[in-house]
């Protein structure tokens, strides 16, 4: 489902990403793990669209994402990919339910429909108890949840998460990691992990190893 051939990024003079090359299957958990400044969340950008190549390509579902206008790459990115940051980046103005919804109301979905997907997730996360409060309100473990259920708002196929896990205590962590394999067995979805989480490393399909802007 995801193919990145070559892909070189330079940051100024410095080269950050030395020819990455990445092929990843549908339905496959994959963890991308290595030192801090190996060019693990550079990679993971590339790979989301949220920053081009110097060189080299990304084909996502077929498609060559980097030959894509930056208006079709925004709604190619919005439909296709979800994202998981460390930290949640949850809006603090808005409630839960809200801050869900608003991928899909960027996707034009109706209000309703949305906030009856919006719903379904927080329940299958287990906060919907938490749906009309504002993340202040909420513990990290449940900002988390709720990134998450954001992140599947309009059903991507590939889920790219950064860190997911960084800041959660063991347990909550575990459960979000199990939570990513009940979905990839419910709705098939595609995973893609930057982790220092090496329990969630070793359960996850494959491990790519990152050095120095290359895959070991
Ligand atoms: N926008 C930028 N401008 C300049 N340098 C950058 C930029 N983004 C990243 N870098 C540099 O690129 C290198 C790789 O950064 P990256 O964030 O990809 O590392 P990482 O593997 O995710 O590290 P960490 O585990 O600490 O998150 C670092 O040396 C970083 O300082
Ligand atoms: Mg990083």
């Known amino acids: ?8 990024k330079s940051f100024g003079q410095l080269p950050i990403l030395r020819g990455v090359d990445l092929s990843v299957d549908r339905g496959e958990i994959v963890s991308i ?5 190996a060019g693990k969340s550079t990679l993971l950008h590339i ?13 996502i579902d077929g498609i060559d994402v980097n030959a894509l206008s930056e208006k079709k790459m925004s709604l190619f990115r919005n439909k296709h ?16 339910l809200e801050n869900v919804c608003i991928p899909a109301f960027i996707n034009r979905v109706e209000k309703k429909e949305a906030e009856a997907r919006g719903m379904e997730l927080l329940e299958r996360l287990g906060v919907e108890h938490r749906a ?18 954001r992140a599947l708002v309009n059903n991507p196929s590939l889920i790219l ?19 990513f394999f009940d979905l990839r067995a419910s709705l098939g979805q595609t995973f893609i992990i930057v982790t220092h ?5 070793s359960i996850s399909d494959r491990t790519v190893h990152m050095r120095d802007g290359q895959i070991l």
């Open 161 to 179: 998460a950064d860190e997911p896990s960084g800041n959660l205590d063991s347990e909550n962590a575990a459960s979000l990691h199990q939570l």
């Open 81 to 96: 990919i979800g994202f998981v940051f460390q930290f949640h980046h949850l809006l603090p103005e808005f409630t839960a």
């Open 47 to 59: 790979v989301g669209t949220l920053d081009r190549p110097d060189n080299g390509r990304v084909v």
């Open 33 to 37: 793990v290595g030192a801090s400044g």
């Open 1 to 8: 489902m995801l193919d990145a051939t070559q892909i070189y």
């Open 197 to 201: 989480n090496e329990e969630l490393a």
């Open 132 to 149: 009309q409060h504002k993340p202040s309100e909420m513990s990290g473990g449940e900002q988390q949840r709720v990134s998450v259920a």
